[in-house]
């Protein structure tokens, strides 16, 4: 299954700024996703990334909040924008393998003050 | 609309007892159904996973058998120890569309 890099690992943020989240794989792959999971919560899908279009947002959640890069197959960025302490969550991204399941990065623990 | 209906937490066992978290889907279509583990601090881990009724996916002694006429993916173990100590994840894909329950958090205590 493919390696998922994601980072940074955790950071703390000041409201009103913004954060870029890097998720590198190492084979390339078709799509990407990216997932929040809130504090005791699932994790909600934000959007998904394919190369060279734009990123297909879920119901709840906008690009001018979430904005999504994919400039080739093994790389991708989410943006939270004009954070909140709302926007506290982990953040993963995550690779589909067909039928067999996604592998998901370690996640990106964020908290906003 | 397709979704995954997991048993709610937190479940705390003794070390050595047997483990059953319950998950249950609603989903039109063939899904592939799937076990997360999310130990703390650290990404989903995909635990097992099974594409087609009857399958049984297991791993690190964990099973769990894809039950169409009952729609349900129960996980189980029959010995926990303290390092299972997690969240479990059930989760199905339809398509590419992934859908999780919400989680179970599991703690073995010695």
């Known amino acids: 299954s493919a390696v998922i890099s994601q980072k940074p690992s955790r950071d703390i943020c000041q409201r009103g700024t913004s954060l870029t989240i890097q998720c590198q794989v190492d084979s390339q792959v078709t799509m990407m996703f990216w997932y929040r999971q809130q504090p005791g919560q699932s994790l909600t899908l934000i959007a998904t990334a394919n190369q060279g279009s734009e990123a297909t947002y879920e119901s709840g959640f906008v690009i001018d909040k979430f904005p999504i890069s994919r400039p080739n197959l093994t790389f991708s960025t989410l943006t939270v924008s004009n954070m909140s302490p709302e926007d506290s969550s982990i953040y993963l991204c995550?690779?589909?393998?067909?039928?067999?399941?996604?592998?998901f990065g370690s996640g990106t623990r964020l908290t906003v003050v | 609309g397709d979704s995954v209906t997991q048993m709610e937490g937190p479940v705390t066992l003794s070390e050595e007892a047997f483990l059953t978290i319950n998950c249950t889907y609603t989903?039109?279509?063939?899904?592939?159904l799937f076990w997360y583990v999310q130990y703390p601090g650290e990404g989903l881990q995909l635990l097992l996973k099974?594409?087609?009724?009857?399958d049984k996916g297991s791993n690190k002694g964990f099973e769990a058998t894809y039950r169409k006429e009952t729609t349900s993916f129960h996980l189980e173990k029959g010995s926990v120890q303290v390092s299972d100590s997690a969240v479990y994840f059930c989760a199905l894909l339809t398509g590419n569309q992934f859908y999780f329950g919400t989680g179970t958090s599991l703690t073995v205590i010695p």
């Open positions: 099974a594409t087609k009724a009857d």
């Open positions: 995550s690779v589909v393998l067909g039928s067999y399941g996604y592998t």
């Open positions: 989903a039109t279509g063939y899904p592939s």
